[in-house]
């Protein structure tokens, strides 16, 4: 199977930065996309930032122009620098990997990591 294990968050104070870790393993012949998501509490999980094969990158609104995502394929292995961070931007924190296998695509996710803003 795949194991999909993040590291990285956290607390910062408003402003600061953290880059968030996100690594795969296990029986993978193709990563399609890799992305992060992030559950606040009360609310549902939200997509931060997905990189797909191209590469093909997406950012939420909320975080265009703060976060980076990027990918480095040989080590299946995804990164979200967050810069200027604010208040809203504490949540957990998800990686979800899309991995290929026999032309399907399967999800996996990992346990999620806590990173906590404050102001």
């Known amino acids: 199977q795949v194991q999909v294990v993040e590291s990285g968050g956290g607390l910062v104070e408003a402003g600061g930065s953290l880059r968030l870790s996100c690594a795969a393993s296990?029986?993978?012949?193709?990563?399609?996309?890799m992305g992060w998501y992030r559950q606040a509490p009360g609310k549902q999980r939200e997509l931060v930032a997905h990189?797909?094969?191209?590469?093909?990158?997406h950012y939420a609104d909320s975080v265009k122009g703060r976060f980076t995502i990027s990918r480095d394929v040989a080590k299946n292995t995804v990164y979200l620098q967050m810069n200027s961070l604010k208040p809203e931007d504490t949540a957990v924190y998800y990686c979800?990997?899309?991995?290929?296998?026999?032309?399907?695509?399967?999800?996996?996710w990992g346990q999620g990591t806590q990173v906590t803003v404050s102001s």
């Open positions: 990189i797909a094969n191209g590469p093909y990158i």
């Open positions: 296990g029986t993978i012949f193709s990563i399609n996309a």
């Open positions: 979800k990997v899309v991995v290929l296998r026999a032309l399907n695509e399967y999800d996996y």
